[in-house]
């Protein structure tokens, strides 16, 4: 089953008494979990006595066994158990004996070898949720404003993906904050004054001055973001991660699809490889990692950080 037929079937009411809900985007697991729970209980006031949610497998037959308190079902959602990464296969055995009366629903990470998940295709719905490409990810923007009563075009919708730029529950709460800062019509100038550029986003551009051997702009960047209380400690992650895009970027080959980036960064970051050295890519890394080690265990202090930017951008 894909999304398309499971939205069916949840209109048509049509549900089945076990789901899978696996993949990248926790929004839209959330939002499915949500939707089959609302459908299964169809009284908002039976969601108390007969919807729980745990991230346990212990006592999941008794659980699954209780009888609905005034109501035709009742909802169990199941998250980050573990229970589809081969450890507990057990669970397995009680798939096809859950009873109608039972609507349970796994939002999990999922390893695709273990007896569990081959379990759950036989009696279970499993959908994989993704990222949307960007076009849906652009649709998706501008159903959210008009139903939270705003308008925005498809080309401001698409400069907003591309500034948050992450999943999409980051993307909704920045988009509640235009809601309630524009005007009835969302133009780019709000999404420039209110959006959070993200650190990862920012951290990019700091790597842009590092590329153009910029070193007093790179340390103003880097001071901006200490400014605005940002751990060194996390720059230097997400510094060292950066690298690592530019050093696969040398390659681009299914870059996109092994790092999980969206097309237009992907894009982006083989532009900007062609500005570094593969050998000084490794070094970067090796001496972000080094850095790292040598502050948690106090043998440098925090400034290092700044140290190694300026070092890499002269």
């Known amino acids: 089953m894909d999304v398309k037929e499971l939205n069916k079937s949840?209109?048509?009411?049509?549900?089945?008494?076990?789901?899978?809900?696996?993949?990248?985007?926790?929004?839209l697991k959330n939002m499915y979990a949500a939707r089959v729970a609302d459908a299964a209980l169809p009284d908002p006031n039976s969601h108390m006595m007969n919807k729980e949610t745990t991230s346990a497998?212990?006592?999941?037959?008794?659980?699954?066994?209780?009888?609905?308190?005034?109501?035709?079902?009742?909802?169990?959602?199941?998250?980050?158990?573990?229970?589809?990464?081969?450890?507990?296969?057990?669970?397995?055995?009680y798939f096809k004996q859950i009873p109608d009366t039972t609507v349970v629903i796994f939002i999990e990470d999922v390893d695709k070898r273990c007896k569990a998940y081959k379990e759950i295709q036989k009696y279970g719905v499993c959908i994989d949720f993704e990222k949307p490409s960007d076009n849906e990810l652009v649709k998706w923007v501008c159903a959210v404003a008009a139903d939270l009563g705003k308008k925005i075009d498809a080309e401001t919708a698409r400069f907003f993906v591309q500034t948050v730029n992450n999943n999409m529950d980051t993307m909704y709460t920045e988009l509640n904050?235009?809601?309630?800062?524009?005007?009835?019509v969302i133009k780019k100038d709000d999404i420039a004054q209110i959006s959070t550029l993200l650190l990862e986003n920012r951290v990019f551009d700091l790597i842009d001055a590092l590329a153009a051997k910029k070193p007093h702009l790179a340390v103003a960047m880097y001071q901006n973001l200490i400014a605005a209380k940002e751990s060194p400690l996390l720059i230097l992650a997400l510094l060292e991660r950066q690298f690592r895009i530019l050093l696969a970027a040398q390659n681009p080959a299914n870059l996109a699809k092994l790092l999980g980036l969206r097309d237009f960064v992907a894009k982006d970051a083989i532009s900007k490889a062609k500005h570094f050295d593969k050998k000084k890519l490794e070094e970067a890394i090796a001496e972000c990692l080094k850095t790292d080690a040598y502050i948690k265990t106090g043998k440098l202090p925090e400034s290092a950080v700044e140290t190694l930017i300026i070092k890499y951008a002269t």
């Open 57 to 93: 497998t212990e006592g999941f037959f008794d659980k699954c066994e209780t009888y609905p308190f005034m109501a035709d079902r009742r909802v169990l959602i199941v998250k980050n158990s573990g229970a589809f990464l081969g450890k507990k296969d057990a669970i397995s055995e």
């Open 177 to 184: 904050k235009l809601i309630d800062y524009a005007d009835d």
């Open 10 to 27: 949840i209109k048509d009411g049509n549900l089945s008494n076990l789901y899978l809900f696996y993949g990248e985007e926790m929004y």
